[in-house]
């Protein structure tokens, strides 16, 4: 399989002809056909069909095209950070946080306070899973992550330092609940994670809640976070939340705050070429050290 071979798949499936696409590609319309050829004959099965002069994806080429943007798209932006990277390798840094946090609790902060005093560096800031953000770490793909303590401890070549304490509570559908008062509420409630990779973390904080409250909690995995909140919202079920997460903001949920807190930790790694990452956790750090003042 060729970068040729790649391109000019997507080319035909983008525009559904064989002509538009050797066209669009400047090249002759049977050399694409030979190339979409030979590379259905390495795959072993068909990318393409004709149905009534149409030209369509099959549907194991619909997902050899969705490989291959998405593939593309992330092969794009490796290019573009090495790129900026090489041109000015210790004047950004990039940070991590994860996908179901509310930035508003800890960006103003850390554009603040760190841009005032360097404002030649560039801050970025993208949002991951929990394990998409360890592995960036460790990959070097990012220099700081932010999260809470469930990977903090055992991660090979991550640094961990606690940084603040957030809130944490249960959410739930105000339309389907009535004046909810106290966890007990919902001892007949599934309780909805989202996540093996912290299943067992959250496991055991709602575990060890509930026993406060004299019964076993019900809990379902529902393994995607999009389903989880559309069943909270449906009423058929609850999930736990700390109160930086931004679900917490939205007005279809309740929020029963619980007295627990949920320490917050900032990773990065122990061997980082990025001279300013030092500095730069010093200053987060410090920053919250004000905030709590």
């Given at each position: ?187 007949s409630t599934d309780f909805l994670l989202f996540d093996t990779d912290i299943e067992k973390k959250f496991s055991g904080i709602?575990k060890g809640l509930c026993s406060g409250y004299g019964f076993t909690p019900k809990i379902k995995n529902i393994g995607n ?11 058929r079920g609850i999930m736990l939340f700390s109160d930086w997460d931004i679900a917490v903001a939205n007005q279809a949920y ?40």
């Open positions: 399989m060729t970068q040729t071979q790649i391109n000019c798949f997507l080319a035909v499936a983008r525009e559904r002809s064989f002509t538009r696409a050797a066209n669009s590609l400047y090249i002759s319309q049977p050399a694409i056909s030979r190339s979409i050829s030979k590379l259905e004959d390495e795959l072993g099965f068909q990318l393409f069909e004709r149905r009534e002069s149409a030209l369509t994806l099959t549907t194991h080429g619909a997902q050899m095209y969705d490989f291959f943007v998405r593939t593309k798209a992330e092969f794009d932006e490796l290019v573009t950070d090495i790129r900026s990277q090489v041109k000015s390798p210790e004047k950004q840094i990039s940070i991590g946080c994860p996908e179901t946090w509310n930035p508003t609790f800890f960006h103003s902060r850390i554009a603040a306070r760190f841009t005032a005093d360097y404002p030649d560096v560039r801050l970025s800031i993208a949002s991951y899973r929990l394990a998409d953000l360890i592995t960036r770490l460790q990959s070097g793909k990012l220099d700081v992550g932010l999260s809470h303590d469930f990977y903090s401890p055992n991660v090979p070549g991550v640094t961990a330092q606690f940084l603040t304490y957030s809130g944490c509570g249960v959410i739930y559908s105000r339309e389907h609940f009535g004046n909810v008062k106290s966890l007990k509420d919902f001892c709602i976070m999009t389903s989880a909140l559309f069943d909270v919202a449906c009423g309740g929020f029963l705050r619980l007295p627990v807190q949920m320490p917050i930790m900032v990773l990065y790694r122990e061997e980082n070429t990025n001279t300013l990452v030092n500095t730069f956790v010093s200053k987060l750090k410090s920053s919250f050290d004000v905030m709590k003042t």
